[in-house]
């Protein structure tokens, strides 16, 4: 299921769906499956190691599989699902120590630089 900007002004993604697309796309870590306005709605399921970078737009992501610590460039913080992390554009941040079945949505959001 991949959705895109269309006449509805409404959409539904499950996240067994979105795994099953990331899998299928081999070697990729994450998966876009939505757009609308400054809205970008991911995937995302590293294994082993989770090389992110600061992004340059806000960010939230909800864990919807396994369990992990989160690092926001200064703190950790332990994840499972049904959390909600906020990091805003530019700040350094990565999963760590996560299980195997990790899996999370990503959704990038706003301007270049971020909401401020």
Not at 69 to 80: D, I, L, M, P
Not at 97 to 105: A, L, N, P, Y
Request: proline share 6%.
């Amino acid at each position: 299921m991949t959705m895109r900007d269309g006449p509805d002004d409404a959409a539904q993604l499950r996240a067994a769906e979105a795994l099953a697309q990331l899998e299928a796309a081999k070697e990729k870590r994450f998966i876009e499956l939505f757009k609308h306005g400054s809205l970008a709605v991911e995937y995302y399921a590293p294994r082993g190691t989770d090389p992110q970078t600061p992004h340059s737009r806000d960010e939230l992501y909800v864990i919807t599989t396994g369990h992990g610590v989160f690092w926001n460039g200064s703190v950790r913080v332990r994840c499972q699902p049904g959390d909600l992390i906020f990091v805003a554009a530019g700040v350094p941040h990565r999963f760590e120590e996560f299980s195997d079945d990790f899996g999370t949505w990503v959704m990038f959001y706003g301007p270049e630089g971020g909401e401020g």
